[in-house]
């Protein structure tokens, strides 16, 4: 029950932005992918660096407030898979996200643009380069993945109170499949990093000043939910 309470602790705290989660439906099986793709959503496709930059984001959290002995727990595998799990949840929420944006023509300002930009300079600038060979992204490819971001943060901000049956609408509606074969093999690893470096979440947050207090409090739900999981209930 302990450890139980270690892993509701720890994804609460580190679930920064939790609209741009999963909802749950399941991803379909198929063959196909381009090399390095770990799913596709209607018209996109995801690479596995993608992923490992969120990976990355949830794990250094974790470490920051238990420390690397979390990996050791009882509830090391579990809590493993709950982040596995969180990260492809959270990608795919962007992208389609990113997708209902084209069909609302929801944009980024110049601004908002030039805010992701500076977001993924200080998230850049913070990495080892252990952590830069891992998730194998330029810089140019992780400006993209904070305008995404910023742009699904933008999009699920304008549709205001029917956001969530808005969103579960399209993403129902939206061809989305898994390379299940490919993502069996992704596991978390240790990567030696500055923990007190501003991780993915955090640099977003400090470029676009959003509330820690707002993130805290919507990412409950969602780490029980995420615990749930784990448990396999």
Not at 110 to 119: F, P, V
Not at 198 to 209: N, V
Request: charged content about 25%; proline content about 0%; glycine content about 6%.
């Amino acid at each position: 029950m302990k450890n139980r309470k270690i892993i509701t602790a720890a994804l609460c705290a580190m679930l920064c932005l939790a609209v741009l989660t999963g909802c749950g439906r399941s991803l379909i099986i198929t063959t196909g992918f381009g090399r390095g793709d770990i799913f596709r959503i209607g018209s996109q496709s995801c690479k596995i660096s993608e992923v490992r930059v969120y990976m990355l984001n949830l794990q250094k959290e974790n470490e920051r407030l238990f420390g690397n002995a979390i990996w050791e727990s009882e509830s090391s595998a579990d809590l493993q898979e709950a982040v596995r799990e969180q990260a492809l949840a959270q990608v795919t929420r962007v992208k389609a996200l990113n997708q209902l944006a084209v069909e609302r023509n929801v944009m980024l300002t110049d601004t908002e643009t030039g805010l992701a930009q500076q977001a993924e300079h200080d998230y850049y600038a913070g990495l080892s380069e252990e952590e830069i060979k891992y998730i194998d992204l330029d810089e140019r490819n992780l400006q993209r993945m904070f305008c995404e971001y910023a742009l699904a943060d933008k999009t699920w901000t304008s549709l205001g109170e029917m956001a969530e049956k808005t969103y579960k609408e399209f993403y129902e509606k939206t061809q989305c499949d898994l390379n299940t074969r490919y993502w069996q093999t992704v596991k978390l690893e240790k990567i030696k990093g500055d923990l007190q470096a501003p991780g993915f979440a955090a640099c977003y947050e400090a470029a676009f000043g959003t509330g820690e207090d707002k993130s805290a409090q919507d990412s409950t739900g969602e780490a029980a939910a995420v615990e749930k999981a784990a448990e396999g209930e």
